[in-house]
């Protein structure tokens, strides 16, 4: 086996490595609402919201937000600093 192989096998076998989170986050699942924005429902139940652009938005307590399919949803939080990091982090749907 020659060098660029070898190169060729190491890169193949980093490449899961690097298609990962570089952190595990404490996200429990996102939510496509109406008019384009995300939900974000964080594990401890608190949520925050990302516009249509992806940027995080205000969220206040007790809005209902509506979901593309399903049952409105009252909102619970304002974590806009924890949607910050997730997304600086580089998490995208």
Known sequence: MNFKNSLLIL????????????????????????????????????MAKADKFGRPAQLKQGAVVKPVDGQPIAAVGNEIAQLSILLRDGHRN
């Open 11 to 46: 890169a193949i076998a980093a490449a899961p490595v690097f298609a990962m989170d570089a952190r595990p986050s404490n996200l429990s699942k996102v939510v496509p609402l109406q008019g384009g924005e995300t939900l974000y429902v964080f594990k401890d139940g608190r």
